[in-house]
Structures are given as structure tokens and as C-alpha cells.
């Protein structure tokens, strides 16, 4: 089973729309969280970290429930620009970043 | 600011062929790491290289082998190419192994193993 699994999408939105993504972790001893942005055909970008405690950075919300080892990352208003694959990542153990496959966002106008 | 760069971008090779994949980062990065990309199995890791001198095999590494130059270098070789290893490779590189889980990555080099 995949450390790190994610609804591979497509989530077709519209502009202006608010959209959600969740990821679960397998590892309970997992430390720390990420969202990576991947555009077509680029290389991934670090969004942003995810903390216990929520964390926001403009339009874009994560949140840890580590109850129930999921991640999520909330984005509003969304933007054409903001279509990409985002990547859920788990932190294990002394060196080991876990990458989820990615769940696509396609936002139209 | 270059980054991480990659050499080459793209290559075709045939079967039983072998070739390296160059890596080279300007941040003053004390760790390194060689990634694949398939379509649907996400990126998983070949090799990374904790610091100078180091190397440790990651979730993938048969096929390939690696060599962490210097503290700027870290290359990839595949020593009998099969198509199994056509993906995308990238390399990338973070500040240290543990805990911002920011790594920088390079544009890829896109494999592909006729």
C-alpha cells in the first residue's frame, strides 16, 4: 500500500470557485507534511508546509488531522493560473520525503 | 541564479546502452537526490546523497548507480538501459536531509529506452 495516497482528479472548477483536496498517510510516525505544486510538463515547487495547527498563505489553507492521518489543502478564488497537480508529501523518519501521486486541478474560465 | 541544472534533457537511448545523467546545484545544498517520474506511480526516489562522500539507496535504485562528485555534483548512470527505466528524471536538492522538506528540483531530463 502507498504511503501517501491522493484523489487523482481531474477536479474541473470554475474560476472563483473554492476547492479541496485530502491526502492520507499510512506512516503514524510521519513528522512533517507538505503540498508541491506540479505544473504540466515542469518540474514540482513547494507550495507550502502543513502544521497541527493549520496553517494560510494567501488563498491557499492546509490543514493536518493527525487522528485521522489525512492532509488537506484548501484553495479560494480559485484562478485559470492555479490549474496544476498538486503533490501531498509525508516526511519519515530521518531522510525519507514520501511523494502522493497527485491530484490534478483544472480551473476554467 | 541557476539552481539545480540537469544534463540532458531529453535522450533516446536503445536497449542495453548506457548513459549518465548530470546534476549540478549552486545553493550550497549539503544533500541530493535522484528521482523518476511515471505516469501514476508519482515520483519515487533512486538514490540520494545525504551529504559529500555519502550515497543511499532510495525506494527504486536497481538499474542505476551514482556517484556524488563533490559537494555541487551528483550524477546518475544507468549501465544497460531497459525500457522499463523511460521516465522522467529529476534531480533535486535541499539544504540538509531533515525537517523543512523544501527540495529544489531541477527541470528534468526526459529518458527514453527503445
Known amino acids: 500500500r502507498k504511503e501517501v495516497e491522493q484523489d487523482p482528479g481531474p477536479f474541473n472548477v470554475p474560476e472563483g470557485a473554492t476547492v479541496a483536496f485530502n491526502c492520507t498517510y499510512s506512516n503514524s510516525a510521519s513528522q512533517s507534511f507538505f503540498w508541491y505544486r506540479q505544473d504540466c510538463r515542469k518540474e514540482p515547487k513547494l507550495l507550502m508546509s502543513?502544521?497541527?495547527s493549520g496553517n494560510e498563505d494567501g488563498r491557499f489553507t492546509a490543514q493536518l488531522n493527525r487522528a485521522s492521518q489525512y492532509i488537506s489543502l484548501l484553495i479560494r478564488d480559485s484562478k485559470l493560473s492555479d490549474s496544476a497537480t498538486y503533490l501531498c508529501?509525508?516526511?519519515?523518519?530521518?531522510?525519507?520525503?514520501?511523494f502522493g501521486k497527485g491530484t490534478m486541478l483544472l480551473v476554467s474560465p | 541564479n541557476a539552481g539545480v541544472t540537469q544534463t540532458p534533457k531529453f535522450q533516446v537511448l536503445k536497449t542495453g546502452q548506457s548513459m549518465t545523467l548530470q546534476c549540478a546545484q549552486d545553493?550550497?545544498?549539503?544533500?541530493m537526490y535522484w528521482y523518476r517520474q511515471d505516469p501514476g506511480m508519482g515520483l519515487r526516489l533512486i538514490y540520494y546523497?545525504?551529504?559529500?562522500?555519502?550515497?543511499d539507496k532510495g525506494e527504486v535504485p536497481n538499474g542505476y548507480n551514482v556517484s556524488r562528485l563533490n559537494k555541487r555534483e551528483f550524477s546518475l548512470r544507468l549501465e544497460s538501459a531497459a525500457p522499463s527505466q523511460t521516465s522522467v528524471y529529476f534531480c533535486?536538492?535541499?539544504?540538509?536531509?531533515?525537517?523543512?522538506?523544501?527540495?529544489?528540483f531541477g527541470e528534468g531530463s526526459r529518458l527514453t529506452v527503445l
Open positions: 502543513v502544521y497541527s
Open positions: 533535486a536538492s535541499s539544504e540538509t536531509t531533515a525537517g523543512t522538506g523544501e527540495l529544489f
Open positions: 508529501v509525508a516526511l519519515s523518519g530521518y531522510s525519507t520525503l514520501t
Open positions: 545553493m550550497n545544498h549539503n544533500s
Open positions: 546523497s545525504a551529504s559529500e562522500g555519502t550515497t
